[in-house]
Antibody, heavy 115, light 110 residues
Framework: EVQLVESGGGLVQPGGSLRLSCAAS????????MNWVRQAPGKGLEWVAY????????YYADFAKGRFTISRDNDKNALYLQMNSLRADDTAMYYC????????WGQGVLVAVSS | QAGLAQPPSMSRDLRQTATLTCSGS????????AAWLQQRQGHPPKLLFY???KRPSGISERFSVSRSGNTASLTISGLQAEDEADYYC???????????FGGGTKLTVL
């Protein structure tokens, strides 16, 4: 059974940093690209970043470029999102999602940016 | 980055049919199609259709998709109360090299 479990969220002050993790199981992690997607309270889904399985291709949404870094450790079956210079409008539920068409999602982790 | 265009809301009666649309451009929907996701209140999204129009296992055959040019459509027939949810389309934009999401359509089943 495919499982994705996010962790690392919490309350952080504006300008602070957080590192989110996504633990994957039930599939050959290195064979799949992975995404981070966020959803602000009461709002729609917003793609954040993508990391391919093996080729090393990485893509970011414009708002994430220069502040967020996606990475993965295929030996540990883990996906990460390092978020720096956080702003109030980064407050959202952050989900990791598998592969190109988001066929599996985690339950999400809440990030709240507030003073 | 502009997203894909979806009507924000729709309401239909029980047992009726709802068709939700998703408009993009030749660089995204018109190129590789759109995937469709369902999100019920308080839950993570769930994939309904891959971009190649294939339905994941466990998805009801009451759900179907089509595409005409740069617009993708999701049709739900025989609406049930459990179909009340937010529906999102998503597509890869080959020009911008980003994933785009529609703003979502909130479907109310009366």
């Amino acid at each position: 059974e495919v499982q994705l479990v996010e962790s690392g969220g919490g309350l952080v002050q504006p300008g602070g940093s957080l590192r989110l993790s996504c633990a994957a199981s039930g599939f050959t992690f290195g064979s799949y690209g992975m995404n981070w997607v966020r959803q602000a309270p009461g709002k729609g889904l917003e793609w954040v970043a993508y990391a391919s399985g093996i080729s090393g291709n990485i893509y970011y949404a414009d708002f994430a470029k220069g502040r967020f870094t996606i990475s993965r450790d295929n030996d540990k079956n883990a996906l990460y999102l390092q978020m720096n210079s956080l702003r109030a409008d980064d407050t959202a539920m952050y989900y990791c999602g598998r592969a190109s068409d988001f066929d599996y999602w985690g339950q999400g982790v809440l990030v709240a940016v507030s003073s | 980055q502009a997203g894909l265009a979806q009507p924000p809301s729709m309401s239909r009666d029980l047992r009726q049919t709802a068709t939700l649309t998703c408009s993009g451009s030749k660089n995204n929907v018109g190129n590789q199609g759109a995937a469709w996701l369902q999100q019920r209140q308080g839950h993570p999204p769930k994939l309904l259709f891959y971009r190649n129009n294939k339905r994941p296992s466990g998805i009801s055959e009451r759900f179907s998709v089509s595409r005409s040019g740069n617009t993708a459509s999701l049709t739900i027939s025989g609406l049930q109360a459990e179909d009340e949810a937010d529906y999102y389309c998503t597509a890869w934009d080959s020009d911008l090299t980003v994933w785009l999401f529609g703003g979502g359509t909130k479907l109310t089943v009366l």
